[in-house]
């Protein structure tokens, strides 16, 4: 190991949960003025200021990298100073006007945070706490404050100038400049705040709400973008229908503007009548955009429209409580796409997600409580943990009260809670208050972290014709918690008959203790348990079944998702089998997936996800020491039996799911999936015209879904054909940044041996940039991701990945920091990989000016 000694001059110190103090001073309202220029741009802001807390206590004012030029006090110059990045300023009293005039430098901004400027476009992000890079400002979510903005910027470059709620005025100004003002009835905490400003054109469109206003919506892009906004603007529609007929919530503003950035650190932000998003959520058609795209695109606009009364109207009380809005959110936006397609393909979709990085998470060094209890940068704590494991938690407790329930509960939460600052516990209150429930243990669900395991054991009394179900819970230790209390884990159960296949019992069982027997009586025949069915909790079963049993269900089960699920446990403990014995039968797999493909009765989509190998990274996180190769090879050569053994099947599927032209509705979806599906099995299985057939697909599609479905195919191949449609596509989309994204992605997730060396030398290639977030998580991104490619045994991913944090640090610390989880997981590798791993994150550790968030990061994954 290298001997690498810390430099770093102090720890950055953590911001813990349990030092919550309400603010000393409230902000009832400020304007905002912005003399607005991408190098140079000036802000002046007038606060009406309250005292809140001790007298005397001086105005402290958040800051960040801004240049400042001026204080007043009720228009006379001000008694103040800084401490650090902080404005304090002497002598205030309630109800006086502080008024600041800083500078600040939009181009120069690579951290996204704050104003910058994106393609020419001058935008905002302040969530978490980018608004004190904009102005100084008591930056935390419970200052509510009413917002008038005025901006004035050059009409030729900036002709369009939005702001959060309604505009309320506009003109021209001398030297060909112009003005716009914006004003926001709603309180609102900072951190929604936002401006644009930009050569921008709008598709409009209007929504009439249940109570008959009319509002006018707008989705900004630049012009030649416009034909690509028709679905966001349908899914935009869809989501406010759907928040009123389910939730009851009704939009409050006359307009709701969209505006798509191609730079941006994440997927989107719920800006107060003003949501800014990631161009890839946003722009789609059927030539640049999968069906995957498509359903991301739907998906963030429910999810950011959403956010309008989860996370608005009603918002957190500090950042530990961001699973309040965030697994909230993320809960609808789910049961949003649910409604618009198949419910279970999306239940499997989000499962599968939540196993790919949550689970991960939750498993190693960064594990943390859906309400953490201290970070020292809150921008690592937008996590699969606060959104997805959150989403878990509150899908349990409609679990638990039924769908009436959970209503009458968001219905008082929202009652109670419009206009405030809340918290988690009020959530829960509003649930136990509505429902006269007990739901104290369940509070644990927020407290610890760790995914639970449940063991279950089913024994049939033959004589007495009863099942007795024992089930156990264990929640694992994680960092700071040694010790778990056993939580209430909500398992719908059902058995069916191993004879006849009839259905016994299905219900849901609350799992309290550490400890529980089930009875199920009148159970005539050996029973075969289906268990988690939906993924009613966010736990790991072990269960013991038979390969029979699990075929069993994978072929009968009522439930789709546990079918799906017991074909997983199938696949899994055939390819744990075969890693531990070098070899294994791949019979029992095999007749489950011909089972599958030939029933028809099964949707097409579903059936393409039912047979769908497990990733090498879910199959890793299922063993105590990760084997990259091992796994690999077991996959692979189950994947070549399959291919092989159901050739006919996957041909004449493939067939049947060839389509004369691009249609976009759930079935034509299930098709496209399905296809490329067949056709990657019948590439592992060797048939000798796969290569071929991926070609001619790829040619002849009319749509993105089976051109990058064939381009996967091909780049994990050796085919001559790989290298032409690489080129092919390289050429048909240059210039198009989201479909370059996707040229860079495709190739940093190939299986290929030399995928190392190939994106290496893709970091080199003229079209790769550290600056852009997309571009970065493309291929950095995707490389991290790829578990062969990373953990190659020379270390060479490592100290590349390394490389990477330690360049994009320098420009965007958010950016560089969520690429380090995957180095944290040296504990599950061997020695000689564990080494190499915590020598680069000692490098890093090491190095001069690091950020908080890299260095949080870091030292927690050495842990
Ligand atoms: N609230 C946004 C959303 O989930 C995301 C903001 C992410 N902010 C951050 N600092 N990572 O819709
Ligand atoms: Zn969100």
């Known amino acids: 190991m290298l001997d690498v000694q810390t430099t770093q001059a102090a720890a950055p110190a953590p911001t813990r949960r349990e030092d919550y103090r309400p603010p000393e001073w409230l902000v009832p309202s400020i304007d905002l003025d912005f003399d607005l220029g991408a190098e140079r741009t000036l802000v002046r802001s007038r606060l009406t200021v309250e ?110 100038l939005l702001a959060n709620g309604d505009p309320v005025g506009s003109g021209d100004l001398e030297g060909g400049r112009h003005y716009a003002e914006w004003n926001d009835p709603y309180p609102k905490p900072c951190y ?84 800014i998003f990631n161009s890839r959520y946003i722009l789609a058609d059927p030539d640049t955009a999968t069906d995957a795209d498509y359903d991301a695109v739907a998906g963030v606009v429910a999810h950011e429209y959403f956010h309008n009364w989860s996370g608005n109207r009603v918002t957190c009380r500090d950042w530990f409580q961001l699973s309040l809005k965030e697994g909230f959110t993320v809960f609808r936006d789910q049961q949003f796409s649910a409604d618009q397609g198949s419910a279970a ?37 937008y996590t699969a943990t606060i959104y997805d494991k959150g989403a878990e938690i509150i899908r349990m407790m409609h679990t638990m009260l039924g769908g009436e ?112 027997e089930v009875i199920f009586d009148g159970i005539g025949e050996r029973p075969i348990l289906s268990i988690n069915r939906d993924f009613s909790a966010p736990v790991i079963v072990e269960a013991d ?45 095999t007749e489950a997936v011909r089972r599958t493909l030939s029933d028809p009765n099964l949707d097409p989509a579903f059936i393409a996800e039912a047979v769908l190998m497990p990733s090498e990274a879910f199959i890793g996180d299922q063993m105590e020491m ?111 940044a989201l479909v370059i994204d996707k040229w860079f992605s495709v190739q940093a997730l190939s299986t290929r041996p030399d995928t190392g060396a190939v994106v290496k030398a893709l970091a080199d290639h003229p079209d790769f940039t550290l600056s852009n977030p997309n571009r970065l998580r493309a291929l950095i991104g995707g490389f991290a991701a790829n578990q062969c490619a990373l953990h190659v045994a020379d270390g060479s991913g490592y100290r590349f990945l ?5 360049a994009v640090d320098k420009l965007n610390p958010q950016t560089a920091a969520r690429l380090v989880p995957p180095l944290g997981r040296w504990r599950r590798f061997d020695a000689d990989r564990a080494d190499k791993m915590k020598a680069e994150l000692s490098r890093i550790l090491a190095a001069d000016d690091l950020s908080k968030d890299v260095f949080e990061q870091v030292s927690k994954s050495l842990g």
């Open 405 to 516: 329930g959970f209503r009458r509960g968001t219905d008082l939460y929202f009652e109670r809670h419009d206009g405030e600052a809340a918290t988690c516990e009020d959530f829960v209150k509003a649930m136990e208050d509505a429902n006269g429930v007990d739901l104290s243990r369940f509070r644990l669900w927020y407290a610890q972290a760790g995914t639970p395991r449940i063991t279950a054991s089913l024994r049939h009394d033959d004589a007495a014709g009863r099942a007795h179900l024992t089930l156990e819970q264990a929640v694992p230790p994680t960092p700071g918690q040694d010790s778990k209390q056993p939580m209430p884990v909500p398992l719908k159960v059902a058995l069916f008959g191993d004879l006849t296949g009839e259905k016994y019992a299905d219900r849901l069982i609350v799992l309290e203790g550490v400890a529980q």
């Open 802 to 806: 390394a490389d990477m944090i330690l």
């Open 626 to 736: 990760v084997d990259p190769n091992a796994i690999h090879i077991a996959r692979e050569a189950l994947r070549a039996d399959l291919g092989a053994d159901l050739e006919r099947l996957w041909r004449d599927l493939y067939a049947a799911t060839t389509a004369n032209r691009f249609e976009y509705s759930p079935a034509a979806k299930g098709a496209r999936r399905l296809r490329t599906v067949a056709l990657s099995y019948l590439m592992a299985g060797g048939a000798e015209d796969a290569a071929a057939l991926a070609r001619q697909q790829f040619d002849a599609a009319d749509n993105m879904t089976d051109r990058q479905g064939a381009l996967g195919v091909l780049v994990n191949s050796d085919a001559p054909e790989r290298e032409a449609a690489l080129a092919a596509f390289y050429d048909r989309y240059r210039g198009n």
């Open 51 to 160: 005292r809140n807390g001790a007298e005397g206590a001086p105005l402290r004012l958040d800051g960040e990298n801004l240049t400042l030029l001026d204080v007043r006090v009720n228009g006379a110059p001000a008694d103040y100073a800084l401490d650090g990045d902080m404005l304090i300023v002497e002598g205030v009293n309630s109800g006086d006007s502080v008024e600041t005039t800083v500078a600040i430098q939009p181009a120069a901004n690579t951290q996204l945070m704050g104003l910058y400027a994106s393609g020419g476009i001058l935008c905002t992000q302040c969530e978490a706490e980018g608004f004190r890079r904009i102005t100084f400002f008591p930056d935390r979510p419970d200052v509510l404050s009413r917002y008038t903005v005025r901006m004035s910027a050059d009409k030729a470059l900036y002709p369009v």
């Open 545 to 589: 079944r038979s390969a029979g049993d699990l075929a069993f269900l994978s072929a009968n089960d009522d439930n789709p998702f546990a079918r799906y699920e017991a074909m997983q446990q199938l696949m899994l403990d055939t390819l744990l089998g075969a890693i531990r014995n070098g070899a294994a039968d791949s019979g029992p797999v």
């Open 192 to 275: 929604l705040f936002a401006l644009v400003a930009g050569d921008l054109q709008a598709n409009r469109d209007r929504f009439v709400t249940q109570s008959g206003r009319t509002v006018d919506l707008g989705i900004w892009v630049r012009p030649e973008d416009l034909p690509k906004t028709h679905h966001a603007m349908a899914a935009l529609k869809a989501s406010m229908a759907w928040d009123e007929k389910v939730y009851g919530r009704e939009y409050d503003l006359d307009v709701f503007n969209i505006v798509a950035v191609s730079d941006f650190n994440f997927g989107a932000m719920e800006n107060k009548g003003l949501n």
């Open 345 to 381: 393909v999306k239940r499997i979709e989000d499962v599968r997600a939540l196993r790919a990085i949550q689970f991960p998470e939750d498993a190693g060094p960064l594990a943390h409580p859906i309400r953490p209890e201290s970070y020292i940068e809150i921008s690592n704590f």
